[in-house]
């Protein structure tokens, strides 16, 4: 019995349909994954609410739109190669590899990546291959990838990242000052790169290379 199936459907409904997002299929992820899994202890009743809330290492489970709107802009079909950089707690790698092929993805803080691969792993995914590390140079070794998404804010888009983009392929990520950002998509046609401003946005800050320097610990 899922005790918190019917929060899930509230939240669709309230945070993400009445929003503005309409892809099927991400709405379908999104109440599917279940968001109490990721939270701290003692934030199981609020994992539905329309909020970031707090994980593990100071860091957050990203609010519910806000993953969505990110989803949606992959425009993921089902069996592509995305690359992650944050794993974080691991609720946005469960929504996209709900959606992709395979997901890699990538966390700095040693720590939080066992922990979500645990978490992961226990959920039943298959489809996602871990490391640990510099995210802001991405996963060579893997690359091309369809999607990125930067589940982190950054000065600008890291160059390593869109070297690893295949063509026709979609970056995701928040960038602006350390303490605000907006969500950018890029896209790769031809050779060349097409920016699209979305909403303003605030994320934890990028650690490594192409990050901010202030933020290693």
């Known amino acids: 019995m899922d005790d918190f199936l019917e929060p899930r459907r509230r939240m ?33 009743d609020m994992a539905y609410s329309d909020m970031a809330l707090p994980s593990s ?8 739109y806000m993953v969505a709107i990110m989803t949606e802009l ?5 069996d592509e190669r995305v690359l992650e950089v944050g794993t974080g707690s691991g609720y946005q790698t469960a ?15 040693p720590n939080l990546a066992a922990e979500a691969k ?38 600008d888009v890291p160059p390593p990242l869109v070297e690893q983009l295949d063509e026709g392929g979609v970056i995701v990520i928040p960038v602006g000052q350390r303490q605000s950002q907006r969500l950018l998509k890029i896209g790769k046609r031809g050779g060349r790169l097409i920016r699209e401003y979305h909403i303003f946005c605030v994320f934890v800050p990028l650690l490594g290379d192409y990050g901010w320097p202030d933020a290693q610990k």
């Not at 099927?24 to 599917?32: I, Q, S, Y």
């Not at 290492?57 to 519910?64: A, D, G, I, L, N």
């Not at 226990?122 to 930067?150: C, K």
Request: glycine share 14%.
């Open 12 to 44: 669709v409904e309230s945070q993400l349909v009445a929003r503005g997002i309409t892809d099927e299929r991400v709405l379908a992820a999104m109440g599917k994954v279940p968001r109490h899994r990721f939270t701290a202890p003692g934030y199981s």
């Open 57 to 64: 290492e100071e860091q957050t489970v990203s609010q519910p």
């Open 74 to 78: 992959l425009a993921l079909k089902g």
């Open 95 to 109: 929504v996209l590899a709900e959606l992709a092929g395979e997901v890699y993805t990538i966390e700095y803080r």
């Open 118 to 155: 645990r978490r992961l792993e226990g959920l039943g995914y298959g489809n996602i291959r871990f490391m640990t590390g510099d995210g802001s140079r991405g996963w060579p070794e893997q690359a091309p990838y369809h999607g990125i998404l930067v589940t982190a804010g950054a000065p």
